[in-house]
T-cell receptor
């Protein structure tokens, strides 16, 4: 079973620039999450999708962050414009709707550095 | 008060010893509790989860849950250098569709 795929793995941008991250969840996983992990901290949920609908985006800074999951499969997370404090690893995770429903499977993450 | 708090690290134990990692949570509505391991530069991977009060064992790992005290712990027996990583505690309220709230993590170092 292929895991969660993310790209790019690394990105360096200057503040006020825009950046986009892509995630392809495990096939058949209806629930998709985007987390932000700042160095030395645990992951923080930014947004959760169930199929192509948003379940929770309460901690998404909506003035600069946006996310979509068209067709309920792949997802993109965008930051525009980026700030220095956005430097973090952005983790995508997916979760099955049956079977090992308790487990979230994480992708390798995208490490963003904002200069 | 943070929703999920873990004992500050780094925690250093000799090879073969028992490593004890602790976590407290503030929301009494929390139903499920997870321990993830994260190697440096890698993504979190699930070690085990626990729902019911008491102990749950899986190989060298034992998770302990005490809902009355809002406390969950992870014991690693016969610690190995390969166990050196950051351990993340996470909690979930079942009515939140799988949303996990993570602690800040405890870095464990197992010395040969």
């Amino acid at each position: 079973e292929a895991g969660v795929a993310q790209s790019p793995r690394y990105k360096i941008i200057e503040k006020r620039q825009s950046v986009a991250f892509w995630c392809n969840p495990i096939s058949g996983h209806a629930t998709l999450y985007w987390y932000q992990q700042i160095l030395g901290q645990g992951p923080k949920l930014l947004i959760q999708f169930q199929n192509n609908g948003v379940v929770d985006d309460s901690q998404l800074p909506k003035d600069r962050f946006s996310a979509e999951r068209l067709k309920g499969v792949d997802s993109t997370l965008k930051i525009q414009p980026a700030k220095l404090e956005d430097s973090a690893v952005y983790l995508c995770a997916s979760r099955p709707t049956s079977g090992r429903a308790s487990e979230q499977f994480f992708g390798p993450g995208t490490r963003l550095t904002v200069l | 008060q943070k929703e999920v708090e873990q004992n500050s690290g780094p925690l250093s134990v000799p090879e073969g010893a028992i490593a004890s990692l602790n976590c407290t949570y503030s929301d009494r509505g929390s139903q499920s509790f997870f321990w993830y391991r994260q190697y440096s530069g890698k993504s979190p991977e699930l070690i085990m989860f626990i729902y019911s009060n008491g102990d749950k064992e899986d190989g060298r790992f034992t998770a302990q849950l005490n809902k009355a005290s809002q406390y969950v712990s992870l014991l690693i027996r016969d610690s190995q250098p390969s166990d050196s990583a950051t351990y993340l505690c996470a909690v979930r309220r079942n009515n939140q569709g799988g949303k996990l709230i993570f602690g800040q993590g405890t870095e464990l170092s197992v010395k040969p």
